[in-house]
Nanobody, 123 residues
Framework: QVQLVESGGGLVQAGASLRLSCTAS????????MGWFRQAPGKEREFVAG??????????GDSVKGRFTISMRRDIAKNTLYLQMNNLKPEDTAVYYC??????????????WGQGTQVTVSS
């Protein structure tokens, strides 16, 4: 079992920046590909960014390329996943979810989800 705990959401104006964090702990947490998804009201959950379990390869959804950056810090007892979001737009408003999978993070075949954190961008 892997536990994912997110933090860092909030309300900002368009053009601002936010950084989301997700702490991963539990059994074999180091062996999972990780990423971020988001879901806006009335829309399907959308892939935002992903990083391979070895922490080298990164992937981004088309709508966030060039504005968002995913990274991961490894410690003995936990990994911390980050999503640096710059130049935020109102259409980035959504609940953001941290995710972990032993399969493809881009394909959205997720083994574990965090509880979600709200990001609201005002115009």
């Amino acid at each position: 079992q892997v536990q994912l705990v997110e933090s860092g959401g909030g309300l900002v104006q368009a053009g601002a920046s936010l950084r989301l964090s997700c702490t991963a702990s539990g059994r074999a947490f180091n062996n999972y590909n990780m990423g971020w998804f988001r879901q806006a009201p009335g829309k399907e959950r959308e892939f935002v960014a992903g990083i391979a379990w070895i922490g080298v390869d990164t992937y981004y959804g088309d709508s966030v390329k060039g504005r968002f950056t995913i990274s991961m810090r490894r410690d003995i007892a936990k990994n911390t996943l980050y999503l640096q979001m710059n130049n935020l737009k109102p259409e980035d408003t959504a609940v953001y979810y941290c995710a972990a999978t032993s399969r493809s993070i881009v394909a959205g075949t997720i083994d574990y989800w965090g509880q979600g954190t709200q990001v609201t961008v005002s115009s």
